[in-house]
Structure formats: structure tokens, C-alpha cells
């Protein structure tokens, strides 16, 4: 009888050492990934564009030609660069402004009190190549996109210029007309060659149905907007 006895205690104690598999909801509820970030200075992934290919440089800098996501915000910032763009630089712009209406007032060469008065945010200020003027503004309009892939916690940023905006204007305005809040929209993104630039094509392909996993994105959203709505801008964002 002892023998069992001590034979069935050992086999307890040995089920008991056992290690249990987390997933990564066990480890978030053990450690906070905000806190994580504290002491660093951090900004958002980045995708850009390789204009002369069509293709997305992802932020691992793996290329793609098309990416599925859920678009999490959306914002039309600014910027004025007096320099040119130059490859591989990573400025930022001598005036700008985070909403497409009201300059940062800190700017380093403020232009004007507001973007829509301002000159060098008119057709026909845009300078080519040979130093003569061009058909475009001076100032650069942008979308700002920020996109959270598959299961995703942290939103990509993907920033496109201005040939982009009315496509994007388009795509938002018919995903409203149907009553579908964007953020829980599935959505291809993909680019079609223009000229020498690459403009952006966004398909809807699917929707969030899990009350769950909407709330998430909900929570996301308000979590990461400060971020998303208000880090500088940065010359090489929109890519080549």
C-alpha cells in the first residue's frame, strides 16, 4: 500500500511542474506594453512607397505590391520644406501644420496665420528640377493613414501625397454612404502608376462583425490618437 501511495504522489507532483503555454493576452495582462514604452521616445511604423515600382515598403522593409488592414485614423497635414528633398535625409519642414488648416504657430519659418491663405499653398507655386515654376503648391498636402495589420497593436503609418488625396476622399466618402464607420472596414490598399508617382487604390474586401474585436479597435484608436495626430513630419514619409 505504501508503495502506491508514494508512487501516486510523485505522478502529482510532477503533472503539477508542468509549463502552461501563454498566448499573448497572458502576457499583456502581466505587463503593460504602454509602460514599455516609457523612457524611449517612440513614432509610429512607417510604410512608404516605392513610387517608380508600385510597391509598399513595409516597415521591416520587406515590399509588397498590395497589404489588407483596418484604417484606424486619418488626418490631411502640411508641410513646407525651402530645401529639396534630399534621399535618405529625414527633416523636418521649415512650416507645417498637423491638420491642413491652422499652421504650427512654432514653426521654424512660419508663412502664413492659415493654410488656406497662405501662398506657398497655391497651384502654380511648386518649383521644378531646372529652378522654373510648376503646376503644383509649393507646400505639400498629405494624407496621414494609420493602419493596423491582422492582430496588430500598434497602428503603421503610411503617409501619401498629394495625387493620392482625392482617391482616398472618394474611397471614405462611398465606405460612409453605406454606414460603415471605416475603422472596422477590411481594406486593400494597392497603388496604380501615374506619371512618375504611384497613386494609392483602397478596396473594401470585408468587415468587422465581433462586437469583441470592434471594441478593441475602439480602444486603439483612442489610445494611440495623440500619437497619431501629433508627431512631426518628416521629409522621406511618403517614400522615394
Not at 483596418?70 to 525651402?82: I, K, Q, R, T, V
Not at 503646376?135 to 503617409?159: D, E, S, V
Not at 501625397?161 to 482625392?166: K, V, Y
Not at 460612409?176 to 472596414?185: A, I, K
Request: aromatic fraction near 6%; include cysteine; hydrophobic fraction near 35%.
Amino acid at each position: 500500500m505504501s508503495n502506491k501511495k508514494e508512487t501516486k504522489e510523485v505522478a502529482v507532483k510532477e503533472e503539477a511542474v508542468v509549463p502552461v503555454e501563454m498566448n499573448k493576452e497572458d502576457m499583456q495582462s502581466l505587463f503593460s506594453l504602454r509602460e514599455n514604452l516609457d523612457g524611449i521616445t517612440p513614432r509610429l511604423p512607417t510604410i512608404k512607397i516605392a513610387h517608380s515600382a508600385q510597391m509598399f515598403i513595409m516597415p521591416d522593409g520587406k515590399k509588397v505590391e498590395t497589404f489588407t488592414g483596418l484604417l484606424l485614423d486619418m488626418s490631411a497635414p502640411n508641410g513646407w520644406w525651402e530645401e529639396k528633398y534630399v534621399p535618405g535625409e529625414n527633416v523636418p519642414p521649415q512650416c507645417s501644420s498637423l491638420d491642413g488648416r491652422h499652421p504650427d504657430m512654432m514653426s521654424e519659418k512660419l508663412q502664413c496665420k492659415t493654410c488656406k491663405e497662405c501662398e506657398k499653398n497655391q497651384f502654380g507655386t511648386s518649383v521644378k528640377e531646372d529652378g522654373s515654376r510648376g503646376n503644383g503648391k509649393a507646400c505639400k498636402n498629405m494624407k496621414r493613414l494609420h493602419i493596423i495589420i491582422g492582430n496588430g497593436i500598434i497602428p503603421y503609418r503610411l503617409t501619401t501625397s498629394a495625387t493620392s488625396i482625392s482617391a482616398i476622399d472618394l474611397y471614405i466618402s462611398l465606405i460612409t454612404n453605406e454606414g460603415f464607420p471605416y475603422q472596422l472596414v477590411e481594406t486593400e490598399f494597392s497603388l496604380v502608376a501615374k506619371d512618375t508617382y504611384s497613386i494609392l487604390v483602397m478596396k473594401k474586401v470585408g468587415h468587422i462583425t465581433d462586437m469583441v474585436r470592434a471594441g478593441q479597435i475602439k480602444k486603439m484608436a483612442m489610445s494611440y490618437k495623440s500619437m497619431m495626430r501629433g508627431e512631426e513630419i518628416l521629409s522621406d514619409e511618403t517614400g522615394e
